[in-house]
């Protein structure tokens, strides 16, 4: 019997080189598969924040948006469910994202003025993070976080967004094309933001947006 636990210890004594070596190795492997992961996450995150400004435009910025209605387009009745919100004497019908003013009996589609809020957006909102704070977009509106709802505010210079409503203008300055849109230029800008890799960045107002910001 003291033979045989001899013999037992003896090789266990002879296995332990091996084992250390192996233990060594597996954890190796491990640090090396961290560092990998690491080092992708920080590429995806350069990814996320590229941005290459095109001097031209290429597409239409209301590609995403096109199902929707054109802003000042006449619908005749409401649908059951709208919401109706009241800002500065005016009643907002709100629904799906779109707001509605009533005007000789019809309602017509409008952009909300800022300080209008609302419980909820559409699920394909956006979130946009800008070094002023976090906003949420919509079909050409801003919205920020306020007390359980969602408010509208002033556009956001350096905003990135996925798309514009339609009625835009490209216009051109020094050389670079814009599209001008209720009072608001942005650039198209290839960036890995979106899934399509082409995004709208707010870069500055024109006089028809300032006049209408003195105004309301």
Sequence with gaps: MRRFYFILVLAFLMLVPNIQPEASAQQDRKVRVAKRKVAKAKVRKRNRTRRVVRRRVTRRAHIRYATLPRYGVVVTSMKAGTAVVKRNGVNYHYRKGLFYVKKAGKY????????????????????????????????????????????????????????????????????????????????????????????????AFNDVRQSQSEEG
């Design 108 to 203: 017509v589609v409008v952009r909300p003025a800022r300080g209008v809020r609302v419980a909820t957006l559409p699920s394909t909102r956006i979130t946009v993070v800008v070094p002023t704070g976090t906003y949420y977009y919509y079909y050409g509106n801003y919205y920020t976080r306020s007390g359980g709802a969602y408010e509208v505010v002033e556009a956001p210079v350096g905003a990135m967004v996925n798309g514009l409503p339609d009625g835009y203008k490209v216009i051109q300055k020094a050389g670079i094309e814009y599209y001008s849109w209720g009072g608001e230029y942005y650039q198209e800008v290839e960036t890995d933001e979106f899934e399509d890799g082409v995004g709208y960045e707010l870069v």
